[in-house]
């Protein structure tokens, strides 16, 4: 299945933040989808599937690179699925923490660390 992967999806599904900041760095588009997966839903899903398989702690590298290069916290994939609803899916409160932080902050409501000039 690999080789259907697009190179962001496949660093998504390894977990694999550096190659993942890299290809954005570059242009790619942090929104992409592929089949029924936003990036940000993949990166969400892998990041639970994960921990679930392996019994290790929830990560949120790929979460986060992806946040931070602008990938939009409310685009719901073509299943429907918001990537907040794919967090609680899998109680991955890491991952709602940032995903209401960066909601918030596109909504204009959080202002911390903001300066008003006037």
């Known amino acids: 299945m690999s080789d259907y992967w697009t190179p962001t999806h496949f ?4 977990e694999d ?7 954005l760095a570059n242009g790619a588009d942090p929104d992409e989808v592929l089949s029924n997966m936003t990036l940000l839903t993949h990166a969400i899903d892998t ?4 921990a679930l398989q392996s019994g ?3 990560t949120v590298h ?7 290069f602008s990938a ?18 899998y109680d991955h409160d890491l ?7 960066h909601i918030s902050k ?10 008003r000039w006037w």
Do not use: I
Request: charged share 30%; aromatic share 0%.
């Open 72 to 89: 939009d916290p409310e685009l719901a994939d073509p299943d429907g699925r918001t990537p907040l609803e794919v967090a609680t899916s």
């Open 95 to 101: 991952a709602v923490q940032l995903l209401r932080t």
């Open 47 to 50: 990041e639970g599937d994960g």
């Open 17 to 23: 933040a550096e190659s993942l900041a890299r290809l």
């Open 56 to 58: 290790q702690p929830l």
């Open 106 to 115: 596109r909504a204009g409501g959080d202002r911390r660390g903001r300066r």
């Open 11 to 14: 660093a998504v599904e390894h």
């Open 62 to 68: 790929t979460t986060a690179v992806l946040l931070a």
